[in-house]
């Protein structure tokens, strides 16, 4: 599903509040995460296609790799981190070596950063937690892997039109031209909102008799509208949604996820209007276009070889506008070489022909909106992330 613009590369920002060298960091990785085969594996050419080819023992010297974060002029560390993380968002991994890396950046006082990099073939989002949660000190302690979405069982319960849905999506209009449909590039623009107190999405679910992931899809309808500014009413795009379909007891990594195709009214102007619509198309989705419309596409595209696929992923990536992606994340604050993980945000790779994406991680009760615009023009993605914390302002007000 990756291409020369868009490689299907995961990035992840991990702050700690204090400072871990280089060394200390490889010792942990060194030290935790032994136990995971595919990070020492790379892909190879095989008579029957690619294959993985796991090498005799985990090298993580050739992986964790120091930078050093300018010093900012203007404005905040913040933006001057986001601009090195695009930096390192938008170099391919090698293809030759187990693909993933994770940098260690220095010069920001009293903190120390990790940027982490992994393909997606490597693992899904909710798999790179539990990658996380054993580099961390929690997991080095044996406690629990990070449980996965409360959606999963939602996700496998039975479906009465997927066909039907199924036949509509192939044969249904691209979506409309618009800021978010901008021609994709391999230069990424990061950007990361201020925590979203979590305890707030909830009280503004149970005043609306909405879910909490309704919300966050609300909160990201309700910003690109307000980035977007002076749309149509009738204009609704769709959204791409990755729902997870790992059983509760599967802690491999790989991938374990379809996707759902969520129409968003970005035209609707009032804030409630917007979080109920959204929340209204959740629900059919799911109940009607969920699970096994999403296997039955990814069996469709899997079994037509690699030029015919290329060709279908195309033609379904033109029927959306943009990925979103929710992880649940740990609820308790995590710890890395003793000191606390104060921000923690993820980015999900945008599919072919997209250059737009929201990821949603939770940590610690609070959750942090990651976009990536992956496009030389297209929406300021600092603009969208502030737009959120304005909305979910608007819907605080109205509970």
Do not use: Y
């Not at 940098?103 to 937690?129: C, E, N």
């Not at 539990?130 to 939602?154: F, I, K, N, T």
């Not at 999405?201 to 909160?219: D, N, P, S």
């Not at 991680?361 to 976009?371: I, K, P, Q, S, T």
């Amino acid at each position: 599903m990756g291409s020369r613009e868009n490689p299907m590369e995961i990035t992840a920002v991990v702050r700690l509040e204090g400072e871990l060298s280089h060394a200390e960091v490889l010792a942990l990785v060194d030290a935790r995460l032994q136990g995971f085969p595919r990070l020492r594996s790379r892909i190879a050419p095989h008579f029957s296609g690619l294959h993985w080819v796991e090498a005799a023992r985990f090298d993580p010297a050739a992986h964790v790799r120091s930078v050093r974060c300018p010093p900012p002029h203007q404005g905040s560390h913040d933006v001057v981190l986001a601009e090195l993380v695009s930096s390192l968002a938008s170099q391919r991994l090698d293809e030759r070596a187990p693909l993933w890396v994770l940098h260690v950046v220095d010069g920001v006082p009293g903190s120390t950063t990790l940027v982490a990099r992994f393909h997606h073939v490597v693992a899904d989002g909710l798999a790179l937690l539990q990658v996380l949660h054993a580099l961390c000190d929690e997991g080095a302690a044996g406690r629990r892997l990070l449980p996965p979405p409360a959606s999963v069982a939602e996700a496998q319960r039975s479906e009465l039109e997927g066909a039907r849905r199924l036949a509509q999506l192939i044969t249904s209009w691209p979506d409309p031209p618009t800021a978010l449909r901008t021609p994709p590039s391999p230069h990424k623009r990061l950007a990361w909102s201020s925590p979203l107190p979590l305890g707030e999405l909830r009280t503004i679910a149970r005043r609306h008799g909405v879910r909490t992931h309704e919300v966050v899809l609300g909160l990201c309808t309700g910003a690109i509208h307000r980035v977007m500014g002076g749309v149509d009413e009738s204009l609704v795009v769709r959204a791409m949604v990755p729902i997870s379909l790992r059983r509760r007891d599967d802690q491999d990594l790989g991938n374990h996820f379809a996707s759902v195709f969520l129409p968003l009214p970005l035209g609707l102007r009032d804030p409630r209007e917007r979080l109920l619509t959204v929340a209204g198309a959740t629900r059919d989705a799911r109940a009607h276009f969920g699970k096994g419309t999403g296997v039955r596409l990814l069996g469709l595209v899997g079994g037509i070889g690699a030029r015919l696929e290329r060709a279908a992923v195309q033609w379904l990536s033109a029927r959306a506008s943009l990925v979103v992606s929710n992880l649940p994340g740990p609820s308790e604050a995590l710890h890395l070489g003793g000191h606390r993980v104060g921000t923690l945000v993820g980015f999900a790779p945008v599919t072919a022909s997209l250059s737009f994406g929201v990821t949603v991680v939770g940590h610690a009760g609070e959750l942090r909106a990651g976009v990536v615009v992956g496009s030389q023009r297209g929406l300021d993605p600092w603009a969208v992330t502030r737009a959120m914390e304005t909305e979910l302002e608007a819907l605080l007000a109205l509970a």
